[in-house]
């Protein structure tokens, strides 16, 4: 008689991807553990990632997630009743702008400052009903702001005036958008008012030696900005894992969840590692050898005040960030380097012509002192 098979063993249950926890409408996302709100609003099942994987934040923001879902629904069954006013309409944009994960955090509040500015230069508009707002009031508007915000600013709270009325012709409120009439203003490039070699040595040691706590990470920072081109978010996000000494490369990958300015998912830059800014590293390495590969390399996320101090101190135009980034698209071009590559290590995606409107100058300065030097 031949003998049995052997009965093979059980499968592994599979694992759960999935967890309860003790608390209502607050789930565990095993593989990542990040806590997610999960809920029932206005009939249907929410899921919503609370960015965090520790429970006694995740409790606090589920709370936040529940109130403003909640809010929310209580002003749509308003909107299906028939009322909708622009104050109502704007809160929709927020929370669009607000809820998109591809927005980066600076634009997200440079939408909550603007609709802000909105609010306080046009008093009467957040309890207007959106159907009560004509074209001649938002010419209006036009009129009494005009003078009050630079061309930027003006454009950016106009466009989320339209994107209110936008919201009311999606809901069924009105059929056309009074602001559309509304022109852009011109926006004129900023003037370019940037620290000579001399000039940003005495800066950087103006900040050094100022005697705050952070001195010298305020100096670093501002450095390696100046030394790199790198934004700012791009810049507190490089890590030791990006530097590369021996190809004397710099990979800037950008925000973690955004990635770089028009770059999302793509693969990192890669800039140059000029001498400036190797000396630099090779000193904040010295003196931190053991810092893991994934340890970023800047100790803080900001030098807005000792930068403006330090320009007050100085007597010289104040500086920001973003000027820092002018400065090294500056040097490079005025060392010879052509504005096409420079694009390139700006991260610029157009091949180079925002580079040309904004540093062209100096390219025709650079071609005439070149010319200036053939002789026959």
């Known amino acids: 008689m031949t003998p049995a098979a052997p009965t093979p063993p059980a499968p592994d249950p599979p694992a759960r991807v999935w967890l309860k926890t003790k608390y209502a409408n607050l789930m565990r996302y095993v593989p990542s553990e990040t806590y997610y709100a999960r809920f029932r609003c ?15 934040i995740a409790q606090l923001r589920l709370a936040d997630v529940l109130r403003e879902h ?82 930027s600013s003006y454009n950016q709270v106009v466009r ?33 008012r940037l620290p000579e070699p001399k000039e940003f040595r005495k800066l950087v ?11 010298e990470a305020s100096a670093r920072f501002i450095e390696f900005l100046a030394y790199t081109g790198c934004r700012l978010t791009e810049a507190i996000n490089v890590r030791w894992a990006d530097v590369d000494f021996q190809r ?11 990635g770089t300015k028009g770059n999302k998912g793509q693969r990192p830059r890669e800039v140059p590692m000029i001498a400036d800014a190797r000396q630099l590293l090779k000193k904040i390495r ?28 100085l007597g010289i135009a104040k500086l920001s960030h973003h000027d820092l980034r002018h400065l090294f698209a500056t040097r490079c071009i005025e ?11 700006l991260g610029h995606k157009d091949g180079g012509a925002l580079a040309m409107k904004v540093y062209g100058h100096l390219r025709d300065q650079h071609s005439q002192a070149m010319a200036g030097k053939v002789k026959f």
């Open 335 to 345: 060392s010879g380097v052509d504005i096409p590559t420079v694009s390139r290590w």
């Open 70 to 151: 909640r809010a929310r629904d209580t002003r749509q069954q308003e909107i299906q009743g028939g009322t909708l006013t622009v104050g109502e309409a704007l809160q929709i944009v927020l929370e669009r702008i607000q809820g998109n994960h591809e927005r980066k955090p600076l634009t997200k509040r440079s939408a909550k400052d603007r609709i802000g500015a909105l609010k306080r230069s046009w008093p009467q508009l957040e309890k207007l009903d959106v159907r009560a707002v004509t074209k001649a009031d938002c010419l209006a508007w036009v009129t009494s702001a005009t003078g009050k915000m630079s061309a």
């Open 286 to 313: 010295k003196e931190r050898p053991d810092e893991p590969p994934e340890t970023s390399i800047l100790q803080q996320r900001t030098a807005r005040k000792a930068l403006a101090h330090a320009c007050l101190r």
């Open 42 to 56: 206005g009939g249907k099942l929410v899921w919503k990632s609370l960015d965090t994987t520790r429970i006694s």
């Open 248 to 258: 004397l490369k710099i990979k800037v990958r950008g925000d973690p969840i955004t």
């Open 205 to 215: 040691a103006s900040v050094r030696n100022c005697g705050w706590v952070d001195a």
């Open 160 to 192: 989320h005036l339209r994107r209110a009325f936008d919201v009311a012709i999606e809901k069924g409120c009105r059929a056309d958008n009074p602001a559309a009439t509304i022109e852009w203003r011109r926006e004129e490039p900023k003037e370019l």
